[in-house]
Structure formats: C-alpha cells, structure tokens
T-cell receptor, first 112, second 110 residues
C-alpha cells in the first residue's frame, strides 16, 4: 500500500473555528485528492492537486480551501467550521491520470 | 445526471450465490476504470482495474461495455467476507478528477 498518512485521525471542534487536516505521502505521487464521505452521498471530491501549488475545485468545494507547498503534503482547511462539515474526510493519491488512487485511513471530524 | 452512477442496493444474497453490479458512466472519453471495496468506516481499497478485454481475479470478474458505457463486477460463490460497499471510478480522459459512484452495498447472508 502507498504510504499515505492523515492527521489528525479524529477531531472534535466548535462551530466557527478554523480546522486544518493534513495528508502526507511518501510515494512521490503527483496527484492528490480530498474527499468527504457522508451517508447516502458516497465519496464526494472536495479539491484536488495536480502538482505543487497546482490545485482545483471538486464537486463540493464551498467552505474549504487547500494548499500544496511540497509534493508530499496536501492540506485541507475549513475556514470556519460548520455542523454540515461533520464528516469523514479521505485523502488519496495517484501517480498519473490513468492509474488507480490509494487512500489514507481517513479523518473523522465532528463540528459541534 | 451524475458522472458515475451505481445502484445503492443493498443487495442481499445468500452465501454461495453469484451477484453482479453495474456502474454507468456518462463521459465516453473515460479510458481507465476501477472497482474499489470499502468496509464500514474504513478507507476504500482497490479491488481491480477494468481493462477493455475484461479482467478476472479469482471469484471476481470485471467487464467493460463501451457501447453502453457501463462497467460490471461479477462475484461468484459469494462469501460472508464479501459483505462491503463496492465503488466504481471512471476518470474522464484528459482531466485530473477522480470521481466515484455512490457505491453499491452488498450483504452476504449465512
């Protein structure tokens, strides 16, 4: 399995606070993705990156921002957390556009 | 219309049964296709890639139908341990997006 580490694994935060989730990979994969998973919705793409400092929006990007200052790290920030952002967040990486993606173990975020 | 669609199920089947899922994709430019398995509260894991000529791995067979724009997954001799959610991906050629279907839930019953 690809070396993909998400931190923290669990977090409880209050409404209105900023939150940053980290995805770290040791595989030198070019592409990185952030998803959220909620019952009845499956995996929904939030943002993705196709290189250092190259990012773009996915299906559900409102309220989220990302940064990728180096190949191995992709950060997801909730500028002002809301209860609707309570979810499980997964990071994934790929080597190129025709290959499969590998996932981190997920971060369970609860906004109270 | 969603880019990738799946029947959410659940599919409840007895042990030993054969079960098949389909996944339809809307963009004919998709080139590569994948099936993932996801256990409850765990990360998705690659089950198999889907090639133009099909792909078989033990009890699992994946097929691609380009004319009708769907991929299928066939599971033979179902085991209790096959109970999971099965997700498909059909990335659009020329884009970096990696969009999943909502998944099909399978329950294999003793």
């Amino acid at each position: 399995d690809a070396g993909i580490t998400q931190s923290p694994r669990h977090k409880v935060t209050e409404t209105g606070t900023p939150v940053t989730l980290r995805c770290h990979q040791t595989e030198n994969h070019r592409y990185m993705y952030w998803y959220r998973q909620d019952p009845g919705h499956g995996l929904r793409l939030i943002h993705y990156s196709y290189g250092v400092k190259d990012t773009d929006k996915g299906e559900v990007s409102d309220g989220y921002s990302v940064s990728r200052s180096k190949t191995e790290d992709f950060l997801l920030t909730l500028e002002s957390a809301t209860s609707s952002q309570t979810s499980v967040y997964f990071c994934a990486t790929r080597t190129d556009m025709n290959t499969e993606a590998f996932f981190g173990q997920g971060t369970r975020l609860t906004v109270v | 219309r969603k880019e990738v669609e799946q029947d959410p199920g659940p599919f409840n089947v007895p042990e030993g049964a054969t079960v098949a899922f389909n996944c339809t994709y809307s963009n004919s430019a998709s080139q590569s296709f994948f099936w993932y398995r996801q256990d409850c509260r765990k990360e998705p894991k690659l089950l198999m890639s889907v090639y133009s000529s099909g792909n078989e791995d033990g009890r699992f067979t994946a097929q691609l139908n380009r004319a009708s724009q769907y991929i299928s997954l066939l599971i033979r001799d179902s085991k209790l341990s096959d109970s999971a959610t099965y997700l498909c991906v059909a990335p659009r050629k020329g884009t970096y997006k990696y969009i999943f279907g909502t998944g099909t839930r399978l329950k294999v019953l003793a």
